[in-house]
């Protein structure tokens, strides 16, 4: 019998990471899972648990160990007995922090530490969460153009925000590693836009605060602003498929289903739940920078202003076989999980 490989998947506890701990579960992967502190162990297993093909043997399939993206502690013994890394750890805040270090060094100094120990213990395949983040914000490219994965956001742009600038920084760490230092290591980034979808739990931090929002009625008006939306079910699904599709290894591979207006993800929210205060009115592009300049939650979008960001997500579709989600279906599925535990009241 052919024994099961390891995969470590850092930051276990994350909106993303626990649906790809259930997929590899699923996949018949054996799962470390890396934590900032071992009080979310119970989170993650219980997260999981109701959702697996087999849930009986899960204690002898997921373990745990303590790790962080600021200490060097722990890294290289994690690695003991991995076969795969799947690195989705980073920061990822509701508001812009007024030092773009706070985000910026440990999204580029984790990213490194992982690769280093991943590479002193032989481990060769890599798979890194990644963003479109990293993909979109180059101002010299046309708005009217799609973006694709040799597409990549300017760091150095001064509209960027310490967010974005945190996961370009961070992929681009990653591959230079990977080409300078650990050239035997094949390196996958996955690269999503707008995560939505059914949270497997209620730790959904950042990405469902934005319908969170819109369900409380929180603003009169709507900035005129899009994303591309994927669900977090495809998300996690790319990570487990990359392990050993063909042709995957050395690429990036964005994650996208498709692009959606602010006002329209609200159109349909208040579709779906008219009694609701969902805003509907667009506001004008003038007043949002105004109130850009005093607020910081407002700030970071202000870069985003009109852009019909297109996402390019032919790759994912030949390489991993990808079937996206569409984006209203991921939406609805964010709404009800968010509506039925009663957290938009």
């Known amino acids: 019998m052919i024994e099961p490989k390891t995969v470590l998947v850092t930051g276990a ?22 934590l900032r502190t071992d009080s979310r162990r119970d989170e ?10 087999s849930p009986a043997d899960l204690d002898q399939r997921l373990r745990f160990v303590t790790l962080d993206l600021d200490n060097d502690d722990g890294w290289l ?19 812009q922090p007024r030092d773009e270090n706070e985000l910026v060094r440990p999204a580029v100094d ?9 590479d002193a213990a032989g481990i ?8 479109t983040a990293a ?23 001064p509209g960027i925000t310490p967010y974005t600038k945190s996961k370009t920084l961070a992929e681009r760490a990653a591959w230079d590693f990977v080409g300078s230092k650990a050239p035997g290591m094949e390196l ?23 319908v969170e929002r819109l369900l409380r009625g929180r603003d009169p008006v709507l900035p005129k602003v899009g994303l591309g939306v994927v669900d977090v079910a495809d998300v996690a699904a790319m990570h487990v498929r990359a392990i050993d599709r063909p042709g995957a290894a050395g690429k990036r591979i964005i994650g996208a289903a498709e692009f959606m207006w602010l006002a329209e993800i609200a159109g349909l929210l208040k579709a779906e739940y008219p009694r609701k205060r969902i805003p509907l009115r667009t506001a004008p592009d003038l007043l949002i920078r105004l109130i850009g300049m005093f607020d910081r939650s407002i700030r970071s979008i202000v870069p985003l202003l009109g852009r019909r960001q297109e996402l390019h997500n032919a790759r994912a579709r030949t390489l991993l076989d990808m079937d996206f989600i569409p984006a209203a279906e991921s939406v609805r ?9 009663g957290l938009a009241d």
Request: with cysteine; glycine share 6%.
């Open 333 to 341: 599925a964010a709404a009800r999980y968010i509506m039925e535990r």
């Open 13 to 34: 506890s994350g909106f993303i990471a626990k649906p790809i701990v259930l997929e590899l579960l699923n996949a018949g992967y054996r799962v470390v899972g890396s």
């Open 135 to 157: 993909v979109t914000n180059a101002p010299s490219k046309a708005d009217s153009e799609k973006f694709d994965e040799s597409d990549w956001s300017d760091a150095s742009w």
């Open 77 to 95: 013994e994690a690695m003991s007995g991995v076969d795969i890394l799947m690195h989705t750890a980073s920061p990822l805040p509701m508001k």
């Open 44 to 53: 993650v297993r219980n997260a999981v648990r109701p959702r697996l093909s």
């Open 124 to 131: 060769r395949r890599v798979v890194l969460t990644s963003s």
């Open 188 to 210: 996958t980034t996955i690269n999503p836009c707008l995560v939505l979808g059914q949270p497997l739990d209620d730790h959904y931090g950042t990405s469902l605060r934005l």
């Open 110 to 118: 984790g990213t490194l530490r992982a690769l280093r120990a991943a």
